[in-house]
């Protein structure tokens, strides 16, 4: 099982506001998925990559897979407060890292 | 009733009580898991079953003994907890040969040992 470190581990930003969180591994990735669990709920798959360099767009989200496939990064854009959650990263769908918390204020 | 559902949402019990968390899941799904979700910890695999069968138990401790009796409904028994056992208890489901497929998650029930 390898560590999966995220940061940051909290974050607190403005409405409309851009952000950049992170997945690093202490080895390589067969497979990242990334899920936003919001407060009293499970978490909900956002996507999965596979491919190093890999990015993938889902509407004001980027996510984007390292070279190397050690690393990742969700980018938001213009975030709403409806982004609010805990942010996973996870790795082949069943080793998680403790997430980053994003809360976004209107 | 859709997705994975699980009751109760809240549960607080004494350390020598017993009790039991259901999850049941209305997807067609084969494979079904446990998990556990503690403050500052990265979420723990528990369980793993696939065409109701057990396939992995990651070293969890006795006092929790699970149940699958059927592919749409897990159990997990509760029994002599400790207070390091709190925590948000998370049921999935996926569709394959365990450990493949999307998983789909329930809304976890929040359990309290006094």
């Known amino acids: 099982t390898q560590l999966l470190e995220q940061s940051p581990q909290f974050l607190s930003i403005q409405e409309g506001e851009n952000l950049t969180v992170y997945c690093n591994s202490s080895s390589v990735f067969s497979s990242l998925q990334w899920y936003r669990q919001e407060p009293g709920e499970g978490p909900v798959l956002l996507v999965t990559?596979?491919?190093?360099?890999e990015v993938k767009k889902l509407k004001r989200l980027t996510f984007q897979f390292g070279d190397a496939r050690k690393d990742s990064s969700l980018h938001i854009t213009a975030a709403q407060p409806g982004d609010t959650g805990l942010y996973l990263c996870?790795?082949?769908?069943?080793?998680f890292g403790t997430g980053t918390s994003l809360t976004v204020i209107p | 009733e859709t997705g994975v559902t699980q009751t109760p949402r809240h549960l607080v019990m004494g350390m020598t009580n017993k009790k039991s968390l259901k999850c049941e899941q209305h997807l067609g799904h084969n494979a079904m898991y446990w998990y556990k979700q503690s403050a500052k910890k990265p979420l723990e695999l528990m369980f793993v079953y696939n065409f109701k069968e057990q396939t992995e138990n990651n070293s969890v401790p006795s006092r929790f003994s699970p149940e699958c009796p059927n592919s749409s409904h897990l159990f997990l028994h509760l029994h002599t907890l400790q207070p390091e056992d709190s925590a948000l208890y998370l049921c999935?489901?996926?569709?394959?040969?365990?450990?493949?497929?999307?998983?789909?998650f329930g809304p976890g029930t929040r359990l309290t040992v006094l």
């Open positions: 996870a790795e082949n769908q069943f080793y």
């Open positions: 990559v596979v491919t190093g360099g």
């Open positions: 999935a489901s996926s569709q394959g040969t365990g450990r493949t497929g999307e998983q789909f």
